[in-house]
């Protein structure tokens, strides 16, 4: 009897209340219990006795794989720490290091290249276009009147150098002042005595055209 009066009365509040209300009203507890999830699902991971506890600060993804205090990737300008959490990216870190790891960067500001250990650290001094591919401390090209030396960093071209020597390198040539040609060694040195039109085709100490003595 009890069962009757109350289905009787479940199907009275149904007959009262629009079917487009009650729709509605499902439809947008729905969306709340969504949102609602995914704001947890944001901040919170499970612990190692599957109960629930924030994810690491700084995270952008939620810690659902990783776990409760770390991070399944790290906002900008952080990135994985060794503990699974999010630290900051090295100093002079342009692209972030959410690859690289904290500490770290997957590609330095300009004037900056790449350590060895993915940090980023200045360039060479007198450099042009920065050090992204060759490295911290070395140079992609060098400033006019320097080229690359040995260990990848900027020097002076040769005294006496025309053109510089990003092709020849830090003591040579690439093309050198009137009245000297290339040495031996890539420098420039003077071309011989009464030479009329220089020696940067035949060499130092060589003539391209001899002047006549009468």
Same mark, same amino acid.
């Given at each position: 009897m009890e069962y009757r009066r109350l289905m009787d009365h479940a199907n009275l509040v149904l007959r009262t209340v629009r079917p487009d209300a009650i729709r509605l009203a499902l439809e947008n507890a729905t969306v709340a219990i969504q949102e609602m999830s995914a704001i947890l699902d944001m901040d919170y991971g499970l612990t190692s006795t599957n109960s629930c506890a924030p994810c +690491? !600060?700084? /995270?952008?993804?939620?810690?659902?794989? $990783?776990?409760?205090? @770390? *991070?399944? @990737?790290?906002?900008?300008?952080?990135?994985?720490? +060794?503990?699974?959490? /999010?630290?900051?990216? !090295?100093?002079?870190?342009?692209?972030?290091?959410?690859? $690289?790891?904290?500490? @770290?960067?997957?590609? /330095?500001?300009?004037?900056?290249?790449? $350590?060895?250990?993915? +940090?980023?650290?200045? /360039? !060479? +001094?007198?450099?042009?276009?920065? *050090?992204?591919? $060759?490295g911290a401390g070395k140079c992609d090209k060098c400033n006019s009147g320097y080229g690359p030396a040995s260990d990848g960093s900027c020097g002076p071209c040769s005294p006496n150098c025309a053109a510089g020597c990003n092709l020849t390198g830090a003591g040579k040539c690439d093309q050198c002042d009137p009245g000297y040609g290339i040495a031996p060694n890539g420098s420039c040195a003077p071309c011989s005595s009464n030479c009329a039109a220089g020696c940067n085709a035949t060499g130092a100490g060589q003539c391209n055209i001899w002047t006549h003595i009468h």
């Open positions: +690491s !600060s700084n /995270c952008a993804a939620g810690c659902n794989v $990783t776990g409760a205090g @770390k *991070c399944d @990737k790290c906002n900008p300008g952080y990135g994985p720490a +060794s503990n699974g959490s /999010c630290g900051p990216c !090295s100093l002079n870190c342009a692209a972030g290091c959410n690859q $690289t790891g904290a500490g @770290k960067c997957n590609s /330095c500001d300009p004037g900056y290249g790449l $350590t060895s250990t993915n +940090s980023c650290a200045p /360039c !060479s +001094s007198n450099c042009a276009a920065g *050090c992204n591919v $060759t």
